[in-house]
């Protein structure tokens, strides 16, 4: 099926420890995104990239990093730089001016 | 900057009967997308309906509407016939049509509806 695919669903952090979260999509979309949820204040854009081996901050990269080596796939690295990184992280895609379509998203706890 | 406002935290109503979401937006843009996403306790988010800015007759999906009035930058969604699983937090969003800054989807902080019997 198509679609877009986040993993793992749920992660645990340790303090000062690195962790990526993995995206892929099988619609052919050429963008993709990576969004923060936290409660009462909707989504707010990470990074996105509008083309392999190219990408944008959004409006809190500070303490996260992306790479986009094919065009499937956008990993989210949350790095110790992450001050508060627990919340709900959403990936997404899309293709030109249309829609843009979310995965099931990633629960990351810091513990 | 594009801000998208939602100013309804929480919303109830009775199964079968209609509801209205609000959402105004702030933009200096003419060409832009505006859309309703759905996001139940699964918390995936789930496309309800779109409409593009340029476009001056509402859109429908089924037992979902919008009104869409562009000088007043407001935008709110009607769902008619409401059913149990209608229960989700619902979120505004903006997109603009300009090149450089279309990937930027822009969210409201969401309203959370409650459908009762």
């Known amino acids: 099926d198509g679609g877009i695919t986040q993993s793992p669903k749920y992660l645990f952090r340790k303090e000062g420890q690195n962790v990526t979260l993995s995206c892929e999509q099988n619609?052919?979309?050429?963008?993709m995104y990576w969004y923060r949820q936290d409660p009462g204040q909707g989504l707010r854009l990470i990074y996105y990239?509008?083309?392999?081996?190219?990408?944008q901050k959004g409006d809190i990269a500070e303490g996260y990093s992306v790479s986009r080596e094919k065009k499937e796939s956008f990993p989210l690295t949350v790095t110790s730089a992450q001050k508060n990184p627990t919340a709900f992280y959403l990936c997404?895609?899309?293709?030109?001016?249309?829609?843009?379509?979310f995965g099931e998203g990633s629960w990351l706890t810091v513990v | 900057a594009q801000t998208v406002t939602q100013s309804q935290p929480e919303m109830s109503v009775q199964e079968a009967e209609t509801v209205t979401l609000s959402c105004t937006y702030d933009?200096?843009?003419?060409?832009?997308?505006l859309f309703w996403y759905k996001q139940p306790p699964s918390r995936q988010m789930i496309l309800v309906i779109r409409?593009?800015?340029?476009?001056?007759q509402n859109a429908t999906e089924n037992r979902f509407s919008v009104n869409f009035q562009k000088a007043a930058k407001s935008f709110s969604l009607k769902i008619s016939d409401s059913q149990l699983g209608d229960a989700a937090m619902y979120f505004c969003?903006?997109?603009?049509?300009?090149?450089?800054?279309?990937?930027?989807?822009?969210f409201g902080t969401g309203t959370r509806l409650q459908v009762t019997l």
């Open positions: 997404a895609s899309s293709f030109g001016f249309a829609t843009i379509y």
């Open positions: 619609l052919n979309h050429d963008a």
């Open positions: 990239s509008q083309i392999v081996n190219d990408f």
């Open positions: 933009t200096s843009e003419s060409d832009y997308y």
């Open positions: 409409q593009e800015a340029y476009k001056q």
């Open positions: 969003a903006y997109r603009s049509a300009n090149t450089g800054t279309a990937s930027k989807l822009t």
